[in-house]
């Protein structure tokens, strides 16, 4: 019985206790020497950035710091606020948009947290807190799923859809032929002109500005005008290339080689042929043995508007030969080397076995080009299975081709004789251009081949020559 009733009085006991911990308020919270009474953020875009914080302390408060970052960034910023040192302190920090080194692109995200401490040496760091900084000028419309949102606040409903159809067509084709995927979601903003646009670029954006792709924020901002849907598409899709190119390859010992890095942008704007502007020039670099070294395309393209375009074309194009001939899993390695940090020569060996000049030839054999000079052997080598394949390519173009003219020849015998033979046929040597600068007048767009130079893309839009920057 004793030991029965020992056993009830110790679980009453320990009722008790529990009973009491439970019911007793905590006095831990309310006795920390420093407490936060308010904290908030407001922004006018482009303009600044306003972070408030009220707190109290049982001793005069003497520090008050707001630590920022952005999102997915390791490095973060730590400032002083404005406020009276005391007990009780009302402080501020306005980061000021107006300066270019603190400009932040729509859609931008943010971490942020204060740190504050006293004479009496407490601290106290405040939980992190998120906000999307965002251009609250516009009635925006959006399209989102799990990989991207696109915002347009002109145009129809299907003007936002085809571009959002063609953006998600693009992430797809990077991840069947290149090899790489998304991330980290991605944000474009539409502008529906040029003065829209420059109003929402830092105020060190040039006058002739066409759109900023920022790899840090992972934004893309852009004018397209509704009426100008056409191109809008190849532009939008060029630099949100960028965008995933970077998310897959940054590191912090190299980056790629131009022609790399903006020969799959090109390639992703039409995985089947160049663009008009570019494949003129291209083919003609083709046709006199004219084209650059890919050496050369692994600086930054040329300033000469011709050249740049010509490297744009160039770049593209080699880009497609390596996904036609070595297949999208050598490409995928390829990219992985690189995001590795990597030397170009070294990572095209291993991936596709082939350094750059022989890459180079392979791809020069392809054209039905004879190799660079000081390369004759090594390309006619009967065991460099690389060379072999470029000709065994080369060859089968050249078939098709043959069998294309054939069958274009019948057409144009049948459709004479329909029109009584009314059509006039150019000589070839009248219209065969003598020098890019007749392709550049050929193609119909007196601007149509301006630079893209060290990641500028040169674009014709709403009426005037407008540049896609790429910011690193």
């Known amino acids: 019985m004793n030991r029965i009733y020992k056993r009830l009085t110790t679980a009453l006991i320990i009722l008790g206790v529990v009973i009491f911990t439970a019911t007793v308020p905590k006095q831990a919270k309310a006795q920390d020497p420093i407490q936060i009474i308010n904290q908030d953020w407001e922004a006018n875009f482009r ?71 006293d004479t009496a040496g407490n601290e106290l760091t405040t939980e992190r807190e998120t906000i999307t900084y965002n251009d609250d000028r516009f009635d925006w419309q959006s399209l989102q799923n799990e990989r991207l949102t696109l915002y347009w606040y002109e145009g129809s409903d299907s003007f936002g859809k085809s571009l959002f159809e063609r953006a998600n067509e693009a992430l797809d084709t990077l991840e069947t032929d290149i090899g790489i995927t998304l991330d980290d979601p991605i944000k474009i903003f539409i502008y529906a002109n040029h003065r829209d646009l420059l109003s929402a670029l830092s105020l060190t954006a040039q006058e002739w500005t066409g759109g900023v792709a920022y790899t840090e924020y992972g934004v893309v901002v852009i004018g397209i005008n509704p009426s100008q849907l056409s191109w809008g598409l190849n532009a939008m899709t060029h630099e949100m290339s960028h965008l995933v190119i970077h998310q897959a390859t940054d590191n912090p010992f190299s980056g790629l080689p131009t022609w790399l890095d903006e020969g799959i942008a090109v390639y992703n704007e039409n995985r089947d042929e160049l663009d008009q502007d570019f494949r003129q020039l291209f083919e003609h670099a083709v046709a006199t043995d004219q084209l650059m070294t890919l050496r050369t395309l692994s600086s930054p393209f040329p300033a000469d508007p011709l050249l740049a375009n010509l490297a744009y074309g160039q770049s593209g194009a080699t880009v497609k030969f390596i996904v036609d001939t070595y297949g999208s899993d050598a490409m995928a390695k390829l990219l ?20 750059t000049d022989g890459l180079d030839n392979t791809f020069r054999i392809s054209l039905g080009l004879p190799p660079l000079p000081g390369f004759e052997a090594a390309a006619g080598d009967s065991n460099s299975a ?87």
């Not at 590795?340 to 082939?354: F, K, P, R, S, W």
């Not at 219209?431 to 007749?438: D, I, K, V």
Request: negative net charge; hydrophobic residues 40%; charged residues 20%.
């Open 336 to 355: 992985s080397i690189f995001s590795e940090g990597a030397i170009y020569d070294e990572a095209l060996q291993q991936a596709l076995g082939v350094d």
């Open 386 to 472: 690389a060379a072999e394949t470029a000709a065994e390519v080369a060859a089968e173009e050249e078939n098709t081709q043959e069998a294309e003219k054939v069958a274009t020849a019948d057409t144009e015998t049948e459709s004479t004789t329909a029109s009584n033979e009314t059509s006039v046929s150019t000589p070839a040597a009248e219209t065969s251009t003598e020098n890019s600068s007749e392709v550049a007048e050929s193609s119909g767009s007196p601007l149509g081949f301006l630079p893209c130079v060290g990641g500028i893309l040169a674009l014709l839009m709403m009426g005037g020559g407008l540049y896609i920057l790429r910011s690193r």
């Open 47 to 117: 303009d600044h950035l306003t972070f408030t914080l009220s707190a109290e302390s049982t001793a005069e408060i003497t520090q008050a710091d707001l630590f920022y970052r952005v999102v997915g960034q390791i490095a973060s910023s730590r400032n002083q606020a404005e406020f009276t040192p005391g007990t009780s302190i009302e402080a501020q920090f306005k980061i000021d948009q107006v300066n270019p080194s603190n400009y932040f692109p729509p859609g931008a995200e943010l971490e942020y947290w204060w740190k504050i401490a």
